[in-house]
């Protein structure tokens, strides 16, 4: 049966990126996926990260740079990139900051992406 998420789940984290959830381990206990809209400063970036899922971004807004060891890809609005489980990689936005959707399989925990610095 078709179901309405009224509202995201919040994730809070640092840096000033905004996080909601609407479908994943912390808004819908779903395990298999998880649905975030992302918001980031101009400048943001996180640690290095070897995730076990495979994560989708999709950019509305601004530029998400993806560093990754065979180089660095800019990723511009309406454009999209694709990562795999395994891959290490570094997530960081433009001057302009960025708004996008991560769709990560399976969903993200905070245990199964692997941070450097954690």
């Given at each position: 049966?078709?179901?309405?998420?009224?509202?995201?789940?919040?994730?809070?984290?640092?840096?000033?990126k905004v996080i909601d959830e609407h479908v994943g381990r912390?808004?819908?206990?779903?395990?298999?996926?998880?649905?975030?809209?992302?918001?980031?400063?101009?400048?943001?970036?996180?640690?290095?990260?070897?995730?076990?899922?495979?994560?989708?971004?999709?950019?509305?807004?601004?530029?998400?740079?993806?560093?990754h060891d065979g180089g660095t890809l800019s990723v511009a609005?309406?454009?999209?990139?694709?990562?795999?489980?395994?891959?290490?990689?570094?997530?960081?936005?433009?001057?302009?900051?960025?708004?996008?959707?991560?769709?990560?399989?399976?969903?993200?925990?905070?245990?199964?992406?692997?941070?450097?610095?954690?």
């Amino acid at each position: 049966m078709p179901r309405i998420i009224s509202s995201p789940t919040r994730i809070p984290v640092p840096g000033g990126k905004v996080i909601d959830e609407h479908v994943g381990r912390a808004s819908t206990g779903d395990e298999a996926v998880s649905v975030a809209h992302m918001v980031a400063p101009p400048g943001w970036t996180e640690p290095f990260q070897r995730p076990d899922f495979d994560e989708v971004t999709v950019v509305l807004r601004g530029t998400v740079v993806v560093e990754h060891d065979g180089g660095t890809l800019s990723v511009a609005a309406g454009q999209s990139v694709v990562t795999r489980a395994g891959e290490r990689i570094r997530y960081s936005t433009g001057p302009e900051g960025a708004d996008y959707v991560a769709v990560c399989l399976p969903a993200f925990t905070p245990d199964t992406v692997h941070r450097e610095d954690a």
